[in-house]
T-cell receptor
Framework: DSGVTQTPKHLITATGQRVTLRCSPR?????VYWYQQSLDQGLQFLIQ???????AKGNILERFSAQQFPDLHSELNLSSLELGDSALYFC????????????????FGEGSRLTVL | DAKTTQPPSMDCAEGRAANLPCNHSTISGNEYVYWYRQIHSQGPQYIIH???NNETNEMASLIITEDRKSSTLILPHATLRDTAVYYCIVRGPNDYKLSFGAGTTVTVRA
């Protein structure tokens, strides 16, 4: 158990809909990262927040947005869903805005599996 | 823009050492080598990392060549539970993210 909690674990929805994925980081971790893993793309970095502020952006679509709240949990909002958005969405957390170079560790949750029909 | 090259797959016998190679010929002096693994759609799991020196922990050993252009992750006594995709990642101190490549699919056989 990494200490990172993601909900829901599974989600099935239709094209055009909107969903919200939630992530609770490990206690004390200030950084949250979102990754998308689809069958043909591998693990793709989407976005990172540190203590409520966006710090880095990857290949995140304009239809997707995220935020980190004062209690440090984060939400990833996916709208106007398309079939191609079906994927595993992972959240990870770490203490520092950059990975702690002394441990180099990101702690990943078990993911939210999104299926768009 | 992956900075590492790994073989796509390899097999290993249970109880034997598994040696996973990784090439990172363009690595910079301040960049670390990290290894993560992902067991069947679970969240990736940190294994080990290093800069110049060889490193060992309870999971594995990391051997980095003197020129730092390649490294080897060693699982000393592979078990069936070590079957996973193993990712070798190069990250510098200003990189805010881990960039995952395709990794090596390791299958441990009884």
């Amino acid at each position: 158990d990494s200490g990172v909690t993601q909900t829901p674990k599974h989600l099935i929805t239709a094209t055009g809909q909107r969903v919200t994925l939630r992530c609770s980081p490990r206690s004390g971790d200030l950084s949250v990262y979102w990754y998308q893993q689809s069958l043909d793309q591998g693990l793709q970095f989407l976005i990172q927040y540190y203590n409520g502020e966006e710090r880095a952006k990857g290949n995140i679509l304009e239809r997707f947005s995220a935020q980190q709240f004062p209690d440090l949990h984060s939400e990833l909002n996916l709208s106007s869903l398309e079939l191609g958005d079906s994927a595993l969405y992972f959240c990870a957390s770490s203490v520092a805005p950059v990975q702690d170079v002394n441990t180099g560790e990101l702690f990943f949750g078990e993911g939210s599996r999104l299926t768009v029909l | 823009d992956a900075k590492t090259t790994q073989p796509p797959s390899m097999d290993c016998a249970e109880g034997r050492a598994a040696n996973l190679p990784c090439n990172h010929s363009t690595i910079s002096g301040n960049e670390y080598v990290y290894w993560y693994r992902q067991i069947h759609s679970q969240g990736p799991q940190y294994i080990i990392h290093g800069l110049k020196n060889n490193e060992t922990n309870e999971m594995a050993s990391l051997i980095i060549t003197e020129d730092r252009k390649s490294s080897t992750l060693i699982l000393p006594h592979a078990t069936l539970r070590d079957t996973a995709v193993y990712y070798c990642i190069v990250r510098g101190p200003n990189d805010y993210k881990l960039s995952f490549g395709a990794g090596t699919t390791v299958t441990v056989r009884a």
